[in-house]
Every structure is written in structure tokens, then in C-alpha cells.
């Protein structure tokens, strides 16, 4: 690092987003994307053990470099989860963002990729919804009480008048705790379910944001004209929700085939042409009156335009940090998941 790179910590990012801005950044974001404004190579992974015996760490590192040219920006995120993390005290999600001049590769800012990466998870599934939900929709599923489901549901509180949100999670407790916590935030009428089918059935939106590997929503609990997102690194959707769904949107295809509910699909090249043909056979069916399927990874980009936003307001501030290393403590500080 050079003498005027920055060194952000997690408590400094979130003094400086809040979802109403990173809502905006977003969407911008999409767009710019959408406008061939955008270079993102596809993620690489580290498999630390999440789908190989060794090394037995039951996680993974993904390095996602990009470029934003509205901003011309450049740089990357180095961003994991290891499963065990919880035994120990510490998060799931593992995190750090380097950003650079791309004119001369000069790095003007490493931080703390963790709070971003959740609050720019919570927004972009927002950012969607916005689009592909019905207009009116008041009812929100949302399986996973831990720090994305509670990004969504702030994410979701901005983009929809909600009157109604149920919740459910596999560990003991954690529902009533979120109901506890959330409600005391937005003010929201939120019901904790003990079934995935209690969050699913009569819901308008149900969102999956969890660390699981199995089938958490099934076709025949979602009402017609709903929207499901599934936001997990892993297949959390029956099969027949995905293959009913009039339309099916991912943001980024070489994203959405690496992790998340179509990778396994891509591997299996007769339920992949059977995406594709679905996809060609329900062009232009109404989705108010299917269910419309949206299995999403959010743009990596996004990150940088968020990370870049937080640097120039700290440079404003003239929080310049002097330091010689990412070891210093204090440099992160981590919050249980």
C-alpha cells in the first residue's frame, strides 16, 4: 500500500451506508451493467473444503475482480464463508476489498468487505423485487433469520409497503429473536413459523438466505404471481419451482452457473437444456398469473461503486488512517452471524 491508502475498517463503512443509499448505488449499478459499462470477469474459487475432503475447513474464497466505467474504478473483493466459523465466535462471511486507480494501478483503499457484501445482498434482492414482483405485494417470506435475512427485510421495508412478514429458521430460537429485534427497528408485523411451508404458502415474495443444501420451497405452496428469490450459495428450491416458473432472471449467467440454485444444473446437461428450452417456451407468459422464479447472485461490481462512495466520504471527513498492515487489531471488527 501506498502513504495515502486508505484503511477502512467495518464500524467506519457502516457509520457511512445506510439501505436507502446502497438501494440507489444498486440500481445504478444494474444499469450500468446492463449497458455494457461493466467488466467482471466470472468469480474463481479456493475450495478450502466446502466440496472436497482437504483441506478440512469446510470453506471456500472467491476472488471477484471487476470494472465500473461510469466511476472508472477498479478493483476486487476477496470474499469466503467457512461453516464452522460459529464455533469459534465468528461470522460465516469473510471479507476485505482492495480498490485501485485503473490508470496506474495505485490502490487507494483496503477495507472491510463483510458489511458491504450484506448490505448490498439485501438491496440487489430489492432492487429486483422492485421489477419482478407484483406491484402490490404486502407479503414476505423469508427463510434464514441470521444477518441476511435481516438485510432483506430492511432492504424490502424500503421498496414495499409490507403488512405482513413471516420468518423461520432451523436454529432454536433465532425466529423470536429476529421478531424480537426487527419489529423493535421497522415496526413490522412479523410471525416467527416453525415449517418452511408456513413461510411459503399465501406469501407474495419468499426469499431463501441461508447456508443450506436442500429443497426449502416447494411448487405447491406458492400461490400464483408470486416471486421467489433464492440468495444462498446452494440449491434451496425444489426442482419443480424453478422448472414451473414463467420466467427465470439471474443477473449475470457465468455468476449464476458458478454457485447458487442453477450451478448444479449447469453441471447436468440435460436439466440445463431443460432450463433452456423452458426458458424459450414461456417467453412473454404473464407472470401475474405464474410464479415467477429469480435466482440471483448479486453483481460483484456493486461492491466497488459502494466501496468507492464510502472512500471519498471518509477522505471528506479527512479520516486518513495511518497504518502498516491488515494485522493491526482492532482493524475488524467481526459480529456474530
Sequence with gaps: MGPSTLLITQEQVKSLLDMPTV??????????????????PTKITLDLGEGRPWPPYKG????????????????IKWAGGFQDNYKIGLPYISAMILLINPKNGAF????????????????????????????????????????????????????????????MD????????????????LGL???????????????DIVCTVTIGDEPMVKKKWLKKGSLVISAGSYQELDPEVVLSAD??????????????????????????????SFLERKK?????????????????????????????????????????SFDQPGDVKNKKR
Aim: contains cysteine; glycine residues 10%; proline residues 1%.
Design 170 to 185: 432451523i436454529k432454536e430460537g433465532a425466529s423470536e429473536k429476529y421478531r424480537e429485534e426487527m419489529t423493535a427497528e
Design 23 to 40: 438501494l440507489k448505488i444498486v440500481e445504478q449499478v444494474y444499469r450500468s451493467h446492463g449497458e455494457g459499462k461493466v467488466i467482471m
Design 108 to 167: 487507494i483503499a483496503a477495507m472491510d468487505g463483510a458489511y458491504i457484501t450484506a448490505i448490498r445482498t439485501g438491496a440487489a434482492s430489492a432492487t429486483c423485487a422492485k421489477v419482478l414482483a407484483r406491484k402490490n405485494a404486502s407479503a414476505l417470506g423469508i427463510i434464514g433469520a441470521g444477518i441476511q435475512g435481516r438485510m432483506h427485510l430492511r432492504a424490502f421495508h424500503q421498496v414495499f409497503k409490507l403488512k405482513e412478514v413471516r420468518v
Design 60 to 75: 471456500f474464497m472467491n476472488a471477484m475482480p471487476a470494472y465500473l466505467g461510469d466511476l472508472d474504478i477498479a478493483g
Design 247 to 276: 420466467k427465470i432472471v439471474v443477473d449475470h449467467w457465468g455468476q449464476a452457473s458458478h454457485r447458487g440454485e442453477l450451478a448444479r444444473w449447469e453441471r447436468k446437461t440435460s436439466m440445463l437444456r431443460s432450463v433452456k
Design 284 to 324: 412473454g407468459v404473464n407472470e401475474t398469473t405464474k410464479t415467477s422464479s429469480l435466482s440471483r447472485l448479486a453483481l460483484g461490481v456493486s461492491i466497488l461503486d459502494v466501496q468507492l462512495r464510502s472512500t471519498g466520504r471518509l477522505r471528506k471527513r479527512g479520516l486518513e488512517l495511518l497504518s502498516h
Design 189 to 203: 408485523n412479523i410471525l416467527p413459523k416453525r415449517s418452511y411451508q408456513e413461510v411459503v404458502e399465501g406469501a
